[in-house]
């Protein structure tokens, strides 16, 4: 993954996340990813729907850097912070430990200390992973992306495994996080509610490229049945090849 300077947004207050151009990726004979475009900016939240095996995981995986591509390019961080369905947590380490992986301990335990405050586990910082439910070890998983600030933080489908008030609170805190620390976000995810709730722009994957690109208007994102919602859901499920009255059942 290559990094460049970009040019600033064009309303001129941020600066791209990354962005990508022509990407192609095959696995033997088969092409997974054909000529994608794709930018994200700083502080922009964009969630990417689509049939399982259009090539969304993949493009996950080729932005964090652990795929690699056959063709275009990606100009962004070349180690983007990256939130799995799974935590991924250490179990030996306590969980300052897990959020400071890789830094310094002089300056990590601090940072980790605090990042763990930001995501409501300030006072168990010295604690086990083993001792967490499953929304609280997904927090730790938050809290050890966003302790470095990255400029692009992606998420695949960290939210899937959470029961549904514990997904409701998550999507609270995320929100608040991330106004705060402004990183450009990929959110892949199954969960067209979830897609509206959360994201500024919504894309719907199809046979490896872009097939639509929705602008999330405000009253939609912050009331669930609003019309703006409601017909931005109804349109992002007949693209995702499902009728409305079927998703309610």
């Known amino acids: 993954m290559s990094t460049t300077t970009q040019p600033m ?8 996340a990354v962005q990508v151009a022509g990407l192609k990726r095959r696995y033997g004979q088969r092409t997974v990813i054909q000529g994608l475009n794709l930018r ?4 922009e939240f964009v969630a990417l729907l689509g049939e399982s095996g259009c090539g969304k995981t993949t493009l996950l995986r080729a932005l964090a850097g652990l795929d690699a591509i056959d063709g275009g390019r990606i ?9 799995f369905q799974e ?7 306590p969980l300052w430990r897990n959020v400071s992986l890789g830094l310094d301990d002089k300056s990590g335990k ?9 995501v409501g586990l300030g006072g168990r910082s010295e604690d086990w992973p083993r001792n967490l439910s499953g929304g609280q070890a997904q927090r730790v998983a938050l809290a ?9 933080l992606l998420l695949d489908e960290p939210f899937a495994a959470l029961d549904a008030l514990t997904r409701i609170r998550m999507h609270a805190l995320v929100r608040q996080l991330l106004a705060r620390h402004r990183p450009g976000v ?5 969960d067209v509610d979830e897609a509206i709730v959360l994201a500024d722009r919504i894309l719907v994957m199809r046979d490896g490229a872009i097939a639509s690109d929705h602008r999330v208007a405000p009253e939609a994102a912050h009331h669930r049945a609003h019309p703006a919602a409601e017909a931005l859901r109804t349109q992002l499920l007949a693209e995702l090849g499902v009728a409305s009255a079927d998703a309610l059942h």
Request: charged share 25%; no cysteine; glycine share 6%.
């Open 9 to 16: 947004h064009p309303a001129g207050i941020d600066e791209i």
């Open 40 to 43: 994200i900016h700083r502080g």
């Open 75 to 83: 100009d962004g961080p070349a180690q983007p912070a990256v939130v």
């Open 87 to 93: 935590p991924r947590l250490i179990p030996w380490d």
């Open 110 to 118: 601090p940072l980790a200390q605090a990042a763990l405050e930001e």
């Open 144 to 152: 050890r992306a966003l302790v470095r600030e990255p400029r692009l």
């Open 186 to 190: 990929l959110l892949v995810t199954h």
